[in-house]
């Protein structure tokens, strides 16, 4: 790899890591409805979520201050989503470049899954079907575990580390998407 390529991996069609004009397909970016968002955001920023003694300790690994360091929180935050499984500084790294060229600058990587592209590729398609209206997806997603080490542990020790995160991640889906949906349930005749 040449020394002036920051990270191996190519915009398609492309002969450098990032070419403007690349092949443009149209799944590899999605932009949710704002409004929607910033509703169900205003319906579960205040949803008191659960957490874990195991990850609390763990959390103490990385430095003070720094959102790794915190406990769960609601937030809004934009999704590298790729086939790649991602871990470690230099791949959190790439999705955070990756992710501000894609959006013009403007979105900040927060963390990454490996299907919400999948998942709206599919229900963009069934929209030019006139099947669904993807102006009405939300999308909701849960931190369980960590893209990088802590200071001193090695990505090998990272990736296999039991951060406390699961049970907690998964109680914390249910309380917010509830939220939401009981609501919408409950509000039908505004949310239709």
Known sequence: M???????Y???????PWTIGGLIVGTEIFKLNGDLAEKAYGLSKNVKLT???VAKLYRTNYPAGTPASK????FMGDVVS??????????????????????????????????DSATFTALSRLAEMGLVNTERV???????????????????????ADSGGYIP???NAYRVGSAVSNQIIKNWNEWK
């Open 2 to 8: 040449p020394k002036t390529w920051r990270y191996p």
């Open 10 to 16: 190519f915009h398609l069609g492309g002969s450098t």
């Open 51 to 53: 957490d874990s003694a």
């Open 71 to 74: 406990p769960p929180v609601v």
């Open 82 to 115: 790729a086939e790649t499984y991602k871990h470690g500084k230099i791949l959190s790294d790439w999705a955070s470049w990756w992710m501000k060229k894609w959006t013009g600058g403007k979105g900040n990587y927060t963390m990454g899954d490996m299907e």
């Open 138 to 160: 939300m999308l909701l997603r849960t931190a369980s575990n960590f893209d990088q080490p802590y200071p001193g542990q090695t990505p090998q020790e990272s990736i296999v």
């Open 169 to 171: 991640a998964v109680v």
